[in-house]
């Protein structure tokens, strides 16, 4: 396997998963500021152009975030950051998704469309008018999530899994990004710190 | 099991795929229109208040689409519509996120925040201004995946799997509310009648 990583949030959830795994998995590193994610030769790797990608032993290459996680759990189960029973894996993509989804993408487009604009408006379709709105639900679900997570220590209960990685590397760059967590957030800063004081979060 | 199902694409895609599998699980159809899914007894299945959502025989409740598609396939693995191997889940599932998160969500928010603003403005953080953009997000997508769909029988080449059921439904829900397929996408079009051919489709 290789890793092909840069900044950014997504590169990072990944470093992050492969450190809680213990795993170490050789990697190269691109400049996505400088477009190097854009040329010709990432995209024969990935045809959307982003990080980070995973180059396979069987010699293809795997994109998204949450699909390279899914296979470094299947080829190295332990620790389980999904599950180890049908029903823990599925709590965990439940909360994986809603994340992903609900919290992650408004957040990320939000930036993108915003404060990211000169960096992202010849690669992607920007839409500036949505940024406000989008950084709205994301905050929303950011204080919905908030409820979930009373009495919990980690998203899915007692177990550390994926779906905290993917929260905290999101929290974490929305407030380097002009989108800290919201003061009234305090069962999610206290998990967030929990997080923050693993070794993986220096991944 | 029992599933707790209502109109509209998500709880079709799963509908669909219970289809392929060949499999008869219990139902019971939520009023999504009279808010039945907001109510205390839904909300305590899914605090998110949508649909669908699967009871577990364990008792509890999984909800999110391709939590519940996963789960199904583990529970009955045959016909496989994931993948047999890590490498052939691996590629489904980076298929079934982008897929989500750059084509169905932009689409469905679009939707949402225009032609079904009246039923949503009171469930969701609403941002009407933000529509046009997300539709143009979505077809963007869509462009892009016809792109990748040339000299391919299926998304993920000769194998049916989730990746085509969510991309087949969100497609025909979006025909049906003001966003048609571009004309210009012949190789989707051509994928999605031989999706719209098969018997799950009238699931």
Same mark, same amino acid.
């Given at each position: $396997?290789?890793?092909?990583?840069?900044?950014?949030? #997504?590169?990072?959830?990944?470093?992050?998963?492969?450190?809680?795994?213990?795993?170490?998995? &050789?990697?190269?590193?691109?400049?996505?500021?400088?477009?190097?994610?854009? +040329?010709?030769?990432?995209?024969?790797? #990935?045809?959307?152009?982003?990080?980070?990608?995973?180059?396979?032993? #069987?010699?293809?290459?795997?994109?998204?975030?949450?699909?390279?996680?899914?296979? *470094?759990?299947?080829?190295? &189960?332990? &620790?389980?950051?999904?599950?180890?029973?049908?029903?823990?894996?599925?709590?965990?993509?439940?909360?994986?998704?809603?994340?992903?989804?609900?919290?992650?993408?408004?957040?990320? #487009?939000?930036?993108?469309?915003?404060?990211? *604009?000169?960096?992202?408006?010849?690669?992607?379709?920007?839409?500036?008018?949505?940024?406000?709105?989008?950084?709205?639900?994301?905050?929303?679900?950011?204080?919905?999530?908030?409820?979930? $997570?009373?009495? +919990?220590?980690?998203?899915?209960?007692?177990? *550390?899994?994926?779906?905290? *990685?993917?929260?905290?590397?999101?929290?974490?760059?929305?407030?380097?990004?002009?989108?800290?967590?919201?003061?009234?957030?305090?069962?999610?800063?206290?998990?967030?710190?929990?997080?923050?004081?693993?070794?993986?979060?220096?991944?």
């Amino acid at each position: $396997m290789k890793l092909y990583d840069s900044i950014g949030p #997504n590169p990072r959830l990944v470093r992050m998963f492969i450190a809680e795994k213990g795993l170490t998995i &050789p990697t190269q590193t691109l400049d996505i500021r400088a477009g190097e994610n854009r +040329k010709p030769e990432h995209l024969a790797r #990935n045809p959307h152009g982003q990080t980070p990608t995973l180059e396979l032993d #069987n010699g293809s290459f795997l994109a998204e975030v949450t699909a390279i996680c899914e296979y *470094l759990e299947e080829k190295h &189960p332990q &620790p389980p950051l999904i599950g180890t029973t049908p029903e823990e894996r599925a709590e965990c993509r439940m909360w994986t998704r809603r994340i992903d989804l609900y919290i992650c993408e408004p957040l990320t #487009n939000g930036f993108r469309f915003a404060e990211g *604009l000169k960096m992202f408006q010849d690669r992607v379709v920007c839409v500036p008018e949505a940024a406000p709105g989008l950084k709205k639900i994301a905050a929303d679900r950011i204080r919905w999530m908030n409820e979930q $997570m009373k009495g +919990k220590e980690y998203v899915c209960g007692a177990r *550390l899994t994926l779906a905290d *990685l993917l929260l905290y590397g999101w929290l974490d760059f929305g407030a380097q990004v002009g989108q800290p967590l919201a003061p009234a957030n305090t069962t999610i800063a206290e998990w967030f710190k929990r997080i923050a004081a693993r070794p993986s979060a220096k991944a």
